[in-house]
């Protein structure tokens, strides 16, 4: 069944862009570990979802729609809109790029997930960041 763009733009709309599914998950972990962070920070470059700001770590939560996993073969998928829908993801691939690369040059240590990879094991995505903290822990 097609959906009306008027649909689908409603449900574009309810996509939220923090507190997710994903987001929600990893901080639970996080949290039940002791690992205490601040979320969505909006002075940090790029607005990471989770941050250790003493630690210089950014952790993103990347949903597969938005940043474009498995961009070569997923574009093929669009049918309506795709002038629209393509630079979109693309330029949202390329502003994560630009964020990753700023941070690094910052001395951030900059740590991305697919939803699908925290969804799968929770547990190892928080057992990465929680290396990482411990890890500049020490070298502080």
């Known amino acids: 069944m097609k959906k009306t763009k008027e649909q689908i733009s409603y449900n574009m709309k309810k996509v939220k862009n923090k507190d997710s599914k994903i987001e929600l998950a990893l901080r639970a972990e996080l949290w039940k570990r002791g690992l205490r962070y601040r979320k969505n920070v909006n002075s ?6 989770i941050a250790f700001k003493k630690y210089r770590i950014a952790v993103f939560c990347d949903s597969e729609f938005w940043h474009g996993y498995n961009w070569s073969e997923r574009k093929k998928d669009f049918k309506s809109n795709q002038e ?19 941070l690094t040059q910052e001395g951030w240590k900059v740590i991305r997930f697919w939803g699908k990879e925290i969804l799968k094991d929770v547990k190892l995505c928080a057992d990465k ?3 990482e903290v411990e890890n500049r822990r020490v070298k502080q």
């Open 129 to 131: 960041i929680e290396a």
């Open 44 to 49: 940090i470059f790029g607005n990471p979802d």
């Open 84 to 102: 629209f829908w393509i630079p979109k993801i693309e330029r949202n691939m390329q502003r994560d790029i630009e964020v990753n690369e700023h």
